[in-house]
């Protein structure tokens, strides 16, 4: 089967998990390709090889990281550009958040309509909880043990994609409603972008320029910073600043600088996971995750039995 999977990831949290699907898609010989889709987007029309591709597979697969309850801008305007398929295709979906909320199923209402206009159905749906780019920092136990136990997930939710089986999240009630009104932060996220600044710790090497999905910040004659209107606020420059120089507007309060090593601290670094917002949803999820992955466990167990009885 032919496999094409896009995502956007701002800070890789999303990329990780998308090279989770493409390794376990790959190693049950599917032809597997995936890109992001940052810059892709720049254009008025997508690259001809790229929809060429996406016309050509048998199976889609879109990932993004939520922001405030709804898909990024730019997940929604490469979905807007692709094209009425002759043929209707199945699709996937997979998403990363920093919490484990229901209410971030609805993150994808918008993008499934858009999809659904182009002949693309979305038949299955995840979502994973990563550590926060935004709000504040998870410590390096949580960062890790997200990772493990998405590492963990993405085969189970693989393989009932591939075996045709759907799966979608359960949705709150008035859920457009709610993500019609969420997406104020987009409006909100491209003003704030104006208010970016970088402080004298900056030592201009450039990489919140090149790193910026939407090409965004550039850099004046004079050597000044200049940071336009097209913010996603995706946090990619003040994340991976090696400075930790850029100021992020209003939300400067809840930057977070440096990426995760998602490496389980030794025994005598282990931190609570400090901030205490939503610890009872925390807990949930994990143990949620627990079960699925015994149940698959067992699941499998019996099928193995199953084939040598037979
Ligand atoms: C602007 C913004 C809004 C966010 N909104 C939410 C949210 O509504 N719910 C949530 O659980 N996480 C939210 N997050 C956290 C990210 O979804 C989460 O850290 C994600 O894993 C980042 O993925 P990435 O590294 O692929 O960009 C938000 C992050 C940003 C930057």
Redesign the pocket.
Known sequence: MKIVICYF???????KIADCFAEYMREHDNDVRVFSIDGLTLNKKLPDETVEEIKTCDLLGFGY?????NAPPIALTFAKKLPRLAQPKRAFIFN????P?RL?NISSLKLCGILRRRRIEVTNEYHYC??????FRHSDEMAHKMFETAKRLVPLDAREILEGQKHRLKRIKCGNTIAWVMRC?QWG?QLNGRMYRVSKECVHCGKCVTNCPTHNIRITEKGKFKFGGKCL???RCAHLCPQNAIRIGMFNGWKVNGPYTFVAPKTDEKKQHYNRMLTKAYAQYFENAEKRIADADRETTNRNDDEQII
């Open positions: 990831s701002g800070t890789g949290n999303t990329r990281p939520v922001y405030a309850f990363s958040s920093g919490e909320l971030n990563m550590p926060y780019n935004i709000m932060e996220g606020m995706c946090m």
